[in-house]
């Protein structure tokens, strides 16, 4: 299995940036995604999830109204589109994957198969 992240880059505060997470190696449709961040020293943080096999989605509040998952399931591929980036949004970026059959726990990173090798976002003032 394998969660490739990009999209990564260094922005303006108030500027935008696409993330995207190519999945192979497991059957996507069984699986739902989420997006989580950590800065240096720190845990990583729950930012944007998918809720079972629907299109509904979870953000955190921090996020709410700024980033948008999205999913391509023909392109095995899921997004988090960031708009009005802010400084403290500046941090490694995760993208994951988890069963739906434990995505009422998609906030929590330990309930997540699978991971990413991370992005670094950063957001200058």
């Known amino acids: 299995v394998q969660l490739q992240a990009s999209g990564g880059g260094q922005v303006p505060s108030g500027g935008s940036l696409r993330l995207s997470c190519a999945v192979n190696?497991?059957?996507?449709?069984?699986?739902?995604m989420g997006w989580f961040r950590q800065d240096p020293g720190k845990g990583r943080v729950f930012v944007a999830a998918f809720s079972g096999s629907g299109g509904s989605a979870d953000y955190a509040d921090s996020v709410k109204g700024r980033f948008t998952i999205s999913r391509d399931n023909a392109r095995t591929t899921v997004f988090l589109q960031m708009n009005n980036l802010k400084p403290e949004d500046t941090a490694v970026y995760y993208c994951?994957?988890?069963?739906?059959?434990?995505?009422?726990?998609?906030?929590?990173?330990?309930?997540?198969?699978?991971w990413g090798q991370g992005t670094q976002v950063t957001v200058s003032s």
């Open positions: 190696g497991l059957t996507f449709k069984y699986f739902s």
């Open positions: 994951a994957a988890q069963r739906i059959s434990r995505s009422m726990w998609n906030q929590e990173a330990h309930e997540y198969d699978y």
